[in-house]
């Protein structure tokens, strides 16, 4: 099959277009045709070699796709070749405690698709059985494949760990990444009030056209600041910050008396500095976030189309794979970057 892939860690420079073995399925597996894959910054970060984990070379990277099944084993059941899928990434033992309870994010060996196993960046795919959806009707495979980790991060974050509810104001940083994007529908979904950060103006409308409220660019105003006047001083429920160093102390100060931050990213460095007065002082919830359950995705397809529905920035082809690494780096996108295999 064809296939990009890299075969020592670098920039996505390394990246390599050519063939590579297809993958053969087990009785519990799916073997998926993929149609379109997105683009995620963990793939850069295990591309650069900081994942804490020796990674298998050579490596088909990425993690987020849709598609449509090639061939099912003999175990499967509820989804035959033919069928259009998304290849939901959470990888868990299945048999465990926390996997049976619904928990199977919390699974001890809980990893993601194209990080310690070949990923989606190839004409084929093979998964668990589990870990395909059917795509609801009304959805592109570009669309379908922008889903699995931001809207299942989101869901959780907002949804199972930060309790949102009709009312609420929610801040939720890097509206213009895909992540943002989804976490815009889904605190709209409940009805709450979001403000979101943006680094240009020419994303301020695109965010407020996905359904944001209050747009700050953080780059000509302070967004602590701005949240304080937005809020007349009342300050957020929720906070969402993925964006790690540079940002979480502020986070912390932009939550009300008895509010939630949330934390899932840290695409500027993952120390921060926080002054434990303003936690414990305020009654604060701090959650971190890995990802969501599948139980979550079963739930949140059901909102696909009408309700939720992912902001595709670009599609590339696989053959231009590079260049669409090269633009997630630059920031200079709204919403899922996209890569087409033919």
């Known amino acids: 099959?064809?296939?990009?892939?890299?075969?020592?860690?670098?920039?996505?420079?390394?990246?390599?277009?050519?063939?590579?073995?297809?993958?053969?399925?087990?009785?519990?597996?799916?073997?998926?045709?993929?149609?379109?894959?997105?683009?995620?910054?963990?793939?850069?970060?295990?591309?650069?070699?900081?994942?804490?984990?020796?990674?298998?070379?050579?490596?088909?990277?990425?993690?987020?796709?849709?598609?449509?099944?090639?061939?099912?084993?003999?175990?499967?059941?509820?989804?035959?070749?033919?069928?259009?899928?998304?290849?939901?990434?959470?990888?868990?033992?299945?048999?465990?405690?926390?996997?049976?309870?619904?928990?199977?994010?919390?699974?001890?060996?809980?990893?993601?698709?194209?990080?310690?196993?070949?990923?989606?960046?190839?004409?084929?795919?093979?998964?668990?059985?589990?870990?395909?959806?059917?795509?609801?009707?009304?959805?592109?495979?570009?669309e379908a494949a922008s889903i699995g980790i931001t809207y299942t991060t989101m869901w959780h974050s907002l949804v199972t760990r930060g309790g949102i509810k009709t009312g609420d104001t929610v801040l939720i940083h890097g509206g213009g990444s895909g992540v943002g994007t989804a976490g815009i529908q889904i605190a709209k979904l409940f009805g709450a009030t979001v403000i979101t950060t943006v680094g240009d103006d020419w994303k301020v409308e695109k965010a407020r056209s996905v359904g944001a409220d209050f747009i700050i660019n953080y780059k000509n105003i302070d967004f602590f600041e701005a949240v304080k006047q937005i809020t007349e001083g009342n300050m957020c429920d929720i906070v969402v910050d993925h964006i790690g160093q540079e940002t979480f102390a502020r986070s912390i100060e932009c939550a009300k008396r008895g509010g939630s931050v949330i934390t899932f990213g840290a695409t500027t460095g993952g120390e921060a500095t926080v002054e434990l007065r303003k936690i414990f002082g305020k009654n604060l919830k701090i959650h971190?976030?890995?990802?969501?359950?599948?139980?979550?995705?079963?739930?949140?397809?059901?909102?696909?189309?009408?309700?939720?529905?992912?902001?595709?920035?670009?599609?590339?082809?696989?053959?231009?794979?590079?260049?669409?690494?090269?633009?997630?780096?630059?920031?200079?996108?709204?919403?899922?970057?996209v890569v087409r295999i033919d």
């Open 1 to 142: 099959m064809k296939a990009a892939f890299y075969t020592q860690h670098g920039s996505y420079e390394n990246i390599k277009i050519g063939i590579m073995p297809d993958p053969e399925i087990k009785e519990d597996e799916v073997l998926v045709k993929v149609k379109a894959f997105s683009l995620n910054h963990l793939d850069i970060w295990v591309m650069e070699g900081k994942y804490p984990a020796q990674i298998p070379m050579p490596h088909i990277f990425g993690s987020d796709a849709s598609g449509i099944v090639e061939k099912v084993g003999k175990a499967v059941k509820h989804i035959k070749p033919g069928d259009k899928v998304i290849v939901y990434p959470g990888l868990s033992c299945g048999v465990c405690e926390r996997c049976l309870s619904g928990h199977d994010n919390l699974c001890r060996n809980y990893f993601l698709l194209g990080v310690l196993n070949n990923g989606v960046s190839a004409e084929y795919v093979k998964v668990p059985f589990v870990n395909v959806f059917k795509i609801p009707e009304g959805l592109s495979f570009e």
């Open 288 to 337: 971190g976030v890995y990802m969501g359950t599948k139980g979550e995705v079963a739930h949140y397809l059901k909102f696909f189309p009408n309700k939720l529905k992912p902001v595709i920035d670009s599609v590339f082809d696989l053959e231009n794979v590079k260049e669409a690494y090269k633009k997630l780096l630059s920031r200079q996108f709204f919403g899922k970057i």
